[in-house]
Nanobody, 115 residues
Framework: QVQLVESGGGLVQPGGSLRLSCQAS????????VGWYRQAPGKQRELVAA???????NYADSVKGRFTISRDNAKNTVYLQMNSLKPEDTAVYYC?????????WGQGTQVTVSS
């Protein structure tokens, strides 16, 4: 069983920055995939950024050049640095991890971009 706890969400003005953190109970180095999804009101959950097996990093086109995913294996923590935030980035952000065929989700953290 893997537990994921997100933190770092909040209210920020357009153009601002936030850093989300995801603390995992397991060893993230052993996960097949770990990353971030988001879900805006009335929309489907979508991939934001993720590390996959083989060292591949994926980003949604809408966040390329603005968001950066990183990891600290020693702390079992995954980060999402979000810069140049836009109102359309407003959503609940979820940390997710896949271990073999089982997918785990955190409880989510709200990010609101508004003036």
């Amino acid at each position: 069983q893997v537990q994921l706890v997100e933190s770092g969400g909040g209210l920020v003005q357009p153009g601002g920055s936030l850093r989300l953190s995801c603390q995992a109970s397991g060893t993230i180095f052993s996960f097949n995939a770990v990353g971030w999804y988001r879900q805006a009101p009335g929309k489907q959950r979508e991939l934001v950024a993720a590390f996959t097996s083989g060292g591949v990093t994926n980003y949604a086109d809408s966040v390329k050049g603005r968001f950066t995913i990183s990891r600290d294996n020693a702390k079992n923590t995954v980060y999402l640095q979000m810069n140049s935030l836009k109102p359309e980035d407003t959503a609940v952000y979820y940390c997710t991890a896949r271990v073999v065929t089982t997918v785990y989700w955190g409880q989510g953290t709200q990010v609101t971009v508004s003036s």
